[in-house]
Structure formats: C-alpha cells, structure tokens
C-alpha cells in the first residue's frame, strides 16, 4: 500500500497526502520556494508534485521512457534527479515548470546510483523552541509547530516530567566480534535499544566473554567486563561507554586467554570468575579488586 504522507517529528498528527496512482514512490523533497512536495516514482516512469500542505492540485513534471528515475531534489528553477538506466548512472537536471528540456551533468555513476540531496546555506531558515538549550529536552527535542515541542529518548525511556530519561533496570547486552549491543527483556517489539551501542576497532578484536556488575552505587553507570581474544586480555567499560581500562594481562603469552569460554561475578565476595580452556586443562581463575588470587586447575572434561 505505497503512500506518501506527513506527520509531526514525533510521529503525531499523521496525514496520507498521496495514496492513488503510486508504486514505488522513491524520491521525495520539498519546494520551500513554492511550497510544492516533488516525488518520482521508479515503477510509472514519472516526477510529479502537489501542494505541500493540503496535497491537492497534483500535476506530473516529468514522464518517460527507458528510465529508472529513483531520487529527486529541487532547488531554485530547477529539478535533478538520479537516472540509472540512462547512460550508465546519470544525475540530470530541468526547469521544474517544464523538464522536458533536461541536461545531463554527469554520466557513468553506476547501476547502483541511488539518493541526490541539495546542500546550500540560504535554505537553512528560521528557528523553534528546539534551538534554545535543546528545548529543555535531556536527549532528543522534536519540534511539533506553533512553538510546541515533544522530548523522546534515543535510548532509556521518558520519565513523567516529559524531558528527563531514564535508564532501564536491565537489558540484554550481546557482543559481536568487534561491538557491544543491547535488547530488550521483555518487549521484542521495541527496536529502540536499550543503550547504544559501542564500537571501537582500537580496543574491539574479537570479544568471546562478558560479565555484567549492576550492583555498581555510582550514579548513571554500570560495568562491563569482557575478554577479548584478539589483544589476549580482560578490559573493563562502564556501560556510558566511558573510563575503559585493561584489568588483566594474560599471565601465559595470550595462550590462555584467548581461550577464555566464560566470565561471570560473585555479588557477594565481589570476586570475578574466569573460565579458560585450554589442551590438557579447565583453569577457573579468582580475580579479586583486579588482582590474581589463586588458580584451581580441574582435570580436562
């Protein structure tokens, strides 16, 4: 059901501006000068706009054949738009009342040439209440018109004042090779991860183990714990992804802590178990205030 709509910044208010005689409506920009919506659909062949805010007095710019028009943008007298079948990938450019008349600015950008934005200053105007100290909002501030505003969370959830956020009580925390990330407990729905995620080539390698402390008193932060094979040692991050520090050198040349398995914390003597494989024996190692305690050496399963 392809459509063209409108809706305030935080999804309120939605209106369906354009539902009859589209299939894939792939281009979309605005005529601020004329106050026009300007989109080109790759299926019909054609460029077309209607009146900005009513969605009314439809008119088609541009219509052709042996095209795959797939983006749009306009500014000043003009039009341009991306063309993937004409010359092996072309940007072209027409006057927006007639296109007929077009000129290619560039040729043999690719089969995959896809989105064309305009950049320039002068279309940069005006304010809202979003513009002075980020609305009031503590992360993310949506303006909304008439001089209204709505506070939302990148990540956390609103709390009942509407400005500040809150953290979840816990989450789901999973690494891939080279990056830490989160999900929800309980609501699979929720696509918003519970913090953002972290990823960092100088100190990520190959994460294996994790262990979480949420028992930390400090305010606003908690501690992850993860090995990384790569580098063959146990580094600690708060989960604000700030004051990173390597806890543990592998004792035994990076052999056995690149086989580290497993990773987890004693909440009541404060003492982080480590679980590390090897050929002819399972090593469960006592860390303790980031200190070696002892080793217990258990035959191989």
């Not at 303006?143 to 009942?160: P, T």
């Amino acid at each position: 059901m392809p459509c063209i709509g409108k809706a305030r910044l935080d999804g309120s208010e939605k209106v369906v501006l354009v539902s009859m005689g589209i299939a894939w409506p792939n281009g979309i920009s605005i005529d601020y000068e004329e106050n026009k919506l300007y989109w080109c659909d790759a299926r019909t062949d054609k460029i077309e706009r209607i009146d900005l805010e009513t969605g009314r007095n439809r008119e088609m710019v541009l219509s052709g054949s042996n095209v795959d028009m797939f983006s749009v943008a306009v500014f000043g007298a003009y039009i341009y738009w991306s063309d993937r079948a004409h010359a092996n990938g072309s940007v072209r450019r027409g006057h927006k009342n007639d296109a007929t008349e077009m000129v290619t600015m560039r040729t043999g950008l690719g089969v995959n040439l896809k989105e064309v934005k305009i950049f320039n200053r002068v279309r940069e105007k005006g304010t809202n209440v979003c513009a002075k100290d980020n609305g009031g909002c503590k992360q993310l501030c949506l303006y909304r018109g008439n001089s209204r505003r709505s506070c939302a969370c990148a990540h956390g959830y609103l709390a009942d004042d509407g400005v500040t956020c809150l953290r979840h009580e816990g989450y789901l925390l999973y690494s891939g090779r080279t990056i830490l990330k989160s999900i929800h407990l309980s609501d699979e729905t929720n696509l918003n991860s519970p913090i953002r995620p972290y990823e960092n080539p100088h100190y990520f390698k190959n994460i294996i183990a994790l262990a979480f402390d949420y028992s930390q008193r400090r305010k606003g932060t908690n501690r992850i714990f993860y090995s990384d094979a790569h580098f063959g040692n146990i580094q600690l991050v708060n989960d604000n992804w700030e004051d990173r520090q390597v806890i543990v050198e592998s004792k035994y040349n990076n052999l056995i802590l690149s086989s580290l398995v497993e990773m987890s914390i004693m909440w009541i003597t404060r003492e982080i178990i480590v679980v590390i494989a090897c050929s002819n024996y399972i090593f469960l190692e006592f860390i303790f205030k980031n200190k070696y305690d002892y080793i217990i050496q258990l035959p191989k399963c």
